[in-house]
């Protein structure tokens, strides 16, 4: 049986997660809000940008953009001003498209069908996933760089796509890693976990929590190789 099949290895990755999440989760102002569109704002912001750097952006944008009328109302100029600092000079284009959908069509983010914003400007199957997760409160998992390292490593589960994050079959694994319950925290803490403990370079793995069942930890011990 491979470690992705054995619900003990399932269980132990799940709990421990959740229990490095109850001391490390790291605190961001966009985590405590659950309101729709500031969700949207959030995660779009998050693509591709290393959260410290949306930690200094995201209150100025909500700041000044506090609801959905004062979003439609922004310029480019507004949003150029605002994230300048945040590099993708295409995500203040996607958010003029948005922008306009939101005028053309009158939806508002809090009532809106969370599959209909799939295929808007810059929104893929990630962006999706969140907003269902930590606007709606849906169990489902979020599948992004961090998340795929961690899960790749400790089950040795090695995805047949180029990239996994395009893998129906990795996101059904990561779904069923999925706690009964916070979920939302889960996510978070896989998050985090991938980006302060199982980096991508010098990972943390003497002192992991995970480090008894990880496939990649054993592997390594057994070649003399062990990471501190």
Known sequence: MHSWEDPYIRNF???????????????????????????????????????????????????????????????????ELLLKNLGLIKRIDYLLEIQKKMKASKFSFETIKPMEILGWPGVGNYTLSAFRC???????????????????????????????RNDPLFWKFADELLPDDNW?????????????????KNPKCFSCILKDECSEYKEECSSNKVRK
């Open 13 to 79: 990755f799940t709990r421990k997660i959740m229990e490095w999440a109850s001391l490390n989760l790291r605190q961001f102002s966009w985590r405590s809000d659950r309101n729709s569109y500031r969700v949207f704002i959030a995660e779009f912001l998050l693509q591709r940008t290393k959260s410290s750097q949306v930690a200094a952006v995201y209150p100025k944008f909500i700041s000044k953009f506090p609801t959905e009328d004062a979003f439609k109302s922004a310029t480019s100029e507004d949003f």
């Open 134 to 164: 930590f606007a709606r409160g849906e169990r489902i998992s979020l599948v992004d760089v961090n998340v795929i390292r961690v899960i790749s490593r400790f089950f040795h589960f090695v995805s047949s796509k180029e990239r996994p």
């Open 184 to 200: 939302d925290i889960y996510n978070y803490a896989l998050i985090d976990f991938g980006s302060m403990v199982c980096v991508q």
